[in-house]
């Protein structure tokens, strides 16, 4: 409850009402100046046509505004630095390579085209933070169950006594270890049962491998969304399909590896959301156990919800046209996708996999870099996360 007696509480208040007054006047002033597509303050060349043409412009986006106030400076620097690398280095050399590297009939959104480049280096990149950080964290968290030393806090004579509060609500309320193991392995049962059924390309093994990989990913994709605000999880989606579709081969690999990407998505996704909402509980004084039951009950409507939705547009609306008013254009890149992973990685453009794996080296060193001199302020290891957002988006959003 607000105490209006607290200045402080009344000084948030009033920070909240007057910047959301000129966030909101902001946009209805932007709107007069909106004539389509690409005009109004929303696509100002403020560096010039030809930076404007590689995306490199400002927006003046409130929304960027506050995501950058929120993520560490580091985590700006290192967007800005992967904005400026990508877009303003890289894919315009990649895109002059076009009819060696790649053909030049096909167009750029093509998975075998400069969007190959795109998507796997930031996977690359992302991939190789998360997995690092994973097995960072999963080690030293075995090393002290080992030692039998259960404190994982700093000193609490260190810590505000409002923080020291938090967490004792949050470690009150935590919820047992074997709960969740034995959550998790229960709706995997049920998933190798159901999932078959409905899609019998789809094969229970294949299930099985989405399960026993969707923790680490949902890890990868939680650590990156807490760095940078971003949900990643359709990155690791495309994992998912161009790995199914290769298993699956030539016969059901198309369905196969678009079911699997459906599966891997939604289960990294999820994580992360419930991720921020455990932090929203914790800086609330809220019990993770009834975070955990709202996230469960929202789930559970959105089940019933989503697939009446779905039917409804693809039998009251020309679902899909692409000349009509609802074109879903990312079912086309998916699919598009899918057919690429059934293909084979080698059908990737020329030069992509060495790439990923150059991007990849780097990320591993630059984090063995920032652990082996700490004391020397080597922080760019930290922020790999931030330039594999950057890789795939646009130059604005980093400006």
């Known amino acids: 409850v607000l105490n209006n007696s607290d200045p402080f509480c009344r000084k948030q208040v009033n920070g909240f009402l007057k910047f959301f007054s000129i966030s909101f006047l902001w946009g209805f002033f932007q709107w007069f100046?909106?004539?389509?597509?690409?005009?109004?303050?929303?696509?100002?060349?403020?560096?010039?046509?030809?930076?404007?043409?590689?995306?490199f412009y400002l927006d003046f986006s409130m929304t960027y505004i506050g995501a950058g106030m929120i993520c560490s400076h580091l985590v700006n620097l290192s967007l800005l630095l992967g904005s400026v690398l990508s877009w303003g280095i890289m894919w315009p050399l990649?895109?002059?390579?076009?009819?060696?590297?790649?053909?030049?009939?096909?167009?750029?959104?093509?998975?075998?085209?400069?969007?190959?480049?795109?998507?796997?280096?930031?996977?690359a990149l992302i991939l190789g933070d998360g997995l690092y950080n994973f097995l960072k964290i999963l080690y030293f968290t075995t090393r002290s169950m080992l030692k039998k030393n259960p404190k994982t806090f700093s000193d609490d004579e260190n810590q505000p006594l409002d923080y020291l509060q938090q967490n004792e609500v949050f470690i009150r309320d935590s919820i047992p270890l074997w709960v969740a193991c034995t959550a998790y392995a229960f709706f995997s049962i049920i998933s190798v049962i159901v999932i078959p059924l409905m899609f019998p390309d789809l094969k229970w093994y294949y299930v099985v491998v989405a399960y026993i990989l969707a923790p680490s990913l949902s890890f990868c994709n939680a650590y990156g969304a807490g760095l940078t605000d971003m949900n990643m999880a359709y990155n690791y989606g495309k994992v998912a399909l161009f790995v199914l579709a290769t298993l699956a081969g030539k016969d059901s690999g198309i369905v196969a590896g678009l079911v699997g990407c459906g599966l891997i998505k939604s289960i990294v996704s999820i994580s992360s959301d419930l991720m921020h909402d455990f932090k929203t509980g914790h800086l609330t004084l809220s019990s993770p156990r009834s975070m955990l039951v709202s996230q469960a009950i929202g789930t559970a409507i959105g089940c019933v919800v989503a697939p009446l939705t779905f039917f409804l547009f693809y039998r009251a609306f020309d679902l899909g046209n692409p000349d009509g008013e609802y074109k879903a254009p990312y079912a086309l890149i998916y699919r598009n996708m899918a057919i690429l992973g059934v293909q084979g990685f080698s059908a990737l453009p020329l030069h992509c996999l060495?790439?990923?794996?150059?991007?990849?080296?780097?990320?591993?060193?630059?984090?063995?870099?920032?652990?082996?001199?700490?004391?020397?302020?080597?922080?760019?290891?930290?922020?790999?996360?931030?330039?594999?957002?950057?890789?795939p988006s646009w130059g604005l959003l980093c400006n």
């Open 354 to 391: 060495q790439l990923c794996y150059g991007f990849f080296a780097f990320c591993h060193s630059s984090q063995l870099a920032e652990r082996s001199f700490p004391k020397q302020g080597w922080k760019m290891g930290s922020t790999s996360n931030g330039y594999g957002c950057a890789f």
């Open 33 to 55: 100046y909106s004539g389509g597509e690409q005009c109004g303050f929303s696509h100002f060349p403020t560096f010039g046509l030809k930076a404007w043409k590689q995306t």
């Open 94 to 123: 990649i895109s002059e390579r076009k009819g060696d590297w790649f053909p030049k009939t096909l167009p750029e959104s093509s998975m075998k085209s400069l969007n190959g480049y795109k998507v796997f280096i930031a996977i």
